[in-house]
């Protein structure tokens, strides 16, 4: 195999992998002493529209901000988190028949239906109340599944990944 050629194979594992994997993005004021913050509370967002999903939603912050160390409080806290969730529907295709049929093994093949798929997107703020400004944001977008368990368990392992690296260190 030429060496060019697994170049093309590897990159393209590379972005099949990187198409299922849910999209993080996380952004935070650089000025901030995140030291100094040690509880938090929740403030209004959207929540999602389904109640039950709504729980998981915060239950994994929640988990995750204990994780951290912080404490939630419901009277003036240091940290007031909102979230928002939407869903939106993307057109995809039928990974199964990629390097099938008459399209080779880089682009997809005739064979290949283009589909409908719900993609969910969960955006996390953090508020610093005292200063009236936002200190930190979070993104996490995925596709959403239609098995409340494989369901339950992104959101999870979604909010570990969001959190994976906060507090910011300076």
Same mark, same amino acid.
């Given at each position: 195999?030429?060496?060019? +050629? ?24 650089? *000025?901030?002493?995140? @030291? +100094? ?5 929740? $403030? ?7 109640? *039950? ?5 915060? $239950? ?14 419901? =009277? ?27 399209? @080779? ?14 993609? $969910? ?11 009236? +400004?936002?200190?930190?944001? $979070?993104? =996490? ?30």
């Amino acid at each position: 195999m030429t060496q060019q +050629r697994t170049r093309w194979i590897a990159a393209l594992g590379l972005m099949l992998l990187c198409a299922c994997a849910s999209n993080i993005v996380v952004d935070y004021d650089k *000025n901030t002493d995140f @030291s +100094r913050y040690r509880t938090y509370g929740w $403030g209004q967002g959207m929540p999602a529209k389904n109640p *039950n999903l709504d729980r998981q939603i915060m $239950g994994a912050i929640d988990e995750q901000m204990a994780r951290k160390g912080f404490t939630k409080t419901e =009277g003036d806290p240091d940290l007031v988190v909102t979230y928002h969730a939407a869903t939106h529907e993307e057109i995809d295709y039928n990974e199964a028949s990629y390097g099938s049929g008459y399209g @080779s093994s880089i682009s997809p093949s005739a064979a290949e239906v283009p589909m409908k798929v719900n993609v $969910g997107t969960v955006v996390v703020d953090m508020y610093d109340p005292k200063a009236k +400004r936002k200190v930190w944001h $979070g993104v =996490g977008s995925d596709l959403v599944m239609d098995d409340p368990t494989k369901t339950s368990a992104e959101i999870r392992n979604g909010a570990v990944r969001m959190f994976e690296k906060f507090p910011p260190r300076q």
